[in-house]
Structure formats: C-alpha cells, structure tokens
C-alpha cells in the first residue's frame, strides 16, 4: 500500500495525543473494487480519518461503524457492498469488500511498523480477527489471509533518482513528487538544481560526470538518466548497475542505446549488468514532448515496482524512443 507510511503516522501520533483509534483494513474483494487486500484507513474517535477504501463511496460509514466499535472495544469483520448487511450502502463500481476493525490497535506494534517503512525496509502486519497485531520479518507476495491472521505486506514508498538536464529533468521530477515517489534529482545544470531545491527537492549538482556519493539506490528505488548529452551518461550508469536498484534506464533512441551499451562494454561492464539497462524507457512510443515521457517513464517504473520491482519483470507494451 503506497500511503501506509502515512497512516501508521495518523495512529500513532493520534495515540501520543490520547485519542482513541481504529485501524481498518481490507481483507477480500468481491468483484470489481477500488482499493486491493492490505490497504488500510484509520480513524479517529473524533470522526477524523487517514486513508480512503473506495474513492469516497463508503468512508463515511466506515467511520461510523470504526467509531461505534472504537466504543465497543472489539475487533470485527464487516463486508459492505454485494452480500453485506448494509442495504442503504452499495459501491457504484459493483462487488463488495470485507473490512477488518480493530479498535485500539497496539501502540508500540504500529510504531514499529511505521519505522520499519521510514528505514526503508518492508514490513508485514499480522492482523489477528481477534484484533491482536503483529509484526513479521519481510514481506509476502501478496496481502492475504492465512488461517486467522489477515497478513498486510507492505514495501517501502518507491524512491526515484531522476539525472540530467533540460525540461524532462524537472517534468519527471514534480509528476513524480505528485504520485508519491520520494525523488532525488541529480543535475549538472546549476540553475536546475537551485530551482528544484527551493521548490523541495532533494536537488544535487554534479560538478563532473563521474561517480557521486549522491547516487546510492536502494531495491525499492529507480535510477533514470534524462542526458541529452550522453557523456555524462557512462561513469553514472556503471554506478548505477553495481547497486540495488530494481530499474535503471537512460533516454535516448535504439541507436543511441546501441552506443551506450557500446561504451560501457568497452570499459568492462559485463552482460549481465549490461541487461539491466533500459532502454528506450517508457510505455509509449516515439515521445517527443516532457510532458509525455515523464508520464511515459514513471508508468513504466511504477508499473514495474507493482509488479514487484526486479531487474527481470517486463512489461509487454513498446518502448518509448526519444531521439
């Protein structure tokens, strides 16, 4: 779940201030639905709420009924939508979902969880029927039930080190920033770099096109380079595919990428990394524009850290060429 960070946030800092709180999550999907098994939304005992489990279709009862059991003191399944006992309540998408509400949930279990994200490290919630949390080493494939226990498997917020120059740079960077992403912009443009920092970025000028402490992807991160001139590409790129990164990615044509390949092959790159290169990046083809290969790339990084986010998965849709 991409916002879980945030409301473990929302409970814990609701329970240092002695609020009472309900963690609510969706456990099983019954056709077509809006949110996936996992996510969670928490509320208040105020009628304050974290998190959204239909677009806006069911929240407000999904409050009352976490405040009634807020009151109540015990942790209960509710379906709303197709089979539940909420007539007046239906999801104009069809289906139905099953939520699990668990009053009070253990205060020291969901700092935990919410550390664990912030060190970047995945996390699984183990939600007992009972209302009893736990937390579990690593993370599942998927969010489900097993036995008793509702398992909701959680992966740090995507990061993306976006490097180069020109508008794509800054394009990439606030759409980005806007879907979630934690970016981190590398540039040898100095007024680039001035600007996205005072807009907030983590913005870094490289002085050379050489290796930089700057560029240390994890495996929940995205390494694009956005060089139109692409000698600043090899020293980067060589860094780039000796770390974690689940994707690394240069613009440029197939001819362009030919010639990258080329030169990190002269300089001793083996195959094997020389296969986790991408390129050209993106899910739509011939993008000329920004605008469209920002959203062009990010779907594909998005969609690929989705889908689990290693160097293996592909995408079966053509790749995007920027001359």
Known sequence: MKDARSI?????????RGEATALV????????????PGTHMAVGETGAFRGSLSGGCVEAAVVGEAIRIIGAGQAELLRFG????????????????DLLIVPRPAP??????GERLEAREPVTLAIGRDGALMLETGA??????????????????????????????????????????????????????????????AAHWLKTPGQTADLAPDRHSAVILLFHDHDWEAELLM?????EAFYVGAMGSRAAHAAR????????????????IRGPIGLIPATRDPDTLALSVLSEV?????AGGTASIDIALPAARFA
Do not use: K, N
């Open 140 to 201: 599942p494939a998927a969010s489900a039930w097993r036995g008793d226990v509702f398992l909701a498997a959680h992966r740090p917020d995507l990061r993306l080190f976006v490097l180069g120059h020109g508008a794509e740079v800054e394009t990439l960077a606030r759409l980005a920033r806007a879907y979630g992403a934690d970016v981190r912009l590398l540039t040898p443009d100095r007024t680039i770099a001035d600007a996205m920092a005072e807009e907030g970025f």
């Open 261 to 276: 390949l080329d030169t990190l092959r002269a300089r001793g790159v083996t195959e094997g990394m020389l296969r986790r």
């Open 8 to 16: 473990f946030r929302f409970l814990a800092e609701a329970e240092e």
């Open 25 to 36: 999550t969706v456990t099983h999907v019954i056709g077509r639905s809006s949110r996936a």
């Open 108 to 113: 020291a279990i969901i700092r935990a969880a």
């Open 239 to 243: 860094q780039a595919v000796g770390q």
């Open 302 to 306: 998005v969609a690929l850290y989705d």
């Open 82 to 97: 197709e089979g539940s006992p909420f007539i007046d309540i239906r999801l104009p998408c069809g289906g139905g979902v």
